[in-house]
């Protein structure tokens, strides 16, 4: 019998979005369709670690991948000028896939030189375990949308979770390496529901 993958178990959508947003959502967010990038987040929240890689990498094209819609319309809100709802000139270069980001990876060759996983839902209850996204078929996708050289770049702050991922990476015959990395704080970071010090960074490569 086929194995019946596991879909994106987060919300799709939250409270209901002001007037802006829902225009930004529908006039704006289709002529940021992506095609191809050098790097890629996914599920980005609100978007602030992805409007910091756009500053930071202004050659560079970078997709966000956030099935919530709440979370694309903050990052529309937060890219596009009040007045007239076009895009800053320092985002130009974000690209959003608002769904799941297998069903992007799949019909896309792009090969990112960072692909970046920052405070995952770890599903801390044992019958949730499945729903977990980072499991070792998703980080072998992910491994073969790598430019040569490429990194997977993951943080959380439930420790549990880190070492669950660790052992996946292993069971895709990846290479982890446990890094302290000093990256703008997110608000899922501020939030940190396990209550640990500070996250967990790992770097994958192939």
Same mark, same amino acid.
């Given at each position: 019998?086929? /194995? ?195 996250? /967990? ?6």
């Amino acid at each position: 019998m086929e /194995k019946q993958e596991i879909r994106t178990f987060g919300r799709r959508h939250g409270k209901k979005l002001s007037a802006r947003q829902q225009s930004l959502i529908d006039n704006i967010l289709p002529t940021l369709y992506p095609t191809t990038g050098d790097i890629l987040e996914i599920g980005f929240g609100a978007g602030e670690h992805v409007r910091d890689l756009a500053r930071n990498h202004p050659d560079k094209t970078i997709i966000g991948a956030e099935p919530f819609m709440n979370g694309v319309a903050s990052l529309l809100s937060a890219i596009t000028d009040e007045k007239t709802n076009q895009v800053l000139n320092e985002y130009k270069n974000i690209r959003i896939w608002a769904d799941d980001v297998r069903d992007f990876l799949r019909k896309n060759d792009s090969k990112f030189s960072q692909i970046w996983v920052l405070h995952p839902d770890p599903w801390p209850k044992a019958r949730h375990v499945k729903r977990r996204l980072l499991s070792s078929d998703f980080l072998t996708l992910l491994s073969k949308h790598l430019a040569t050289n490429g990194e997977i770049i993951i943080g959380t702050d439930h420790w549990e979770y880190f070492d669950w991922i660790l052992m996946q990476t292993k069971s895709a015959n990846l290479h982890a390496t446990i890094a302290n990395l000093d990256i703008i704080q997110t608000r899922y970071q501020h939030k940190n529901k396990a209550g640990t010090d500070s996250p /967990k960074y790992l770097i994958i490569k192939n």
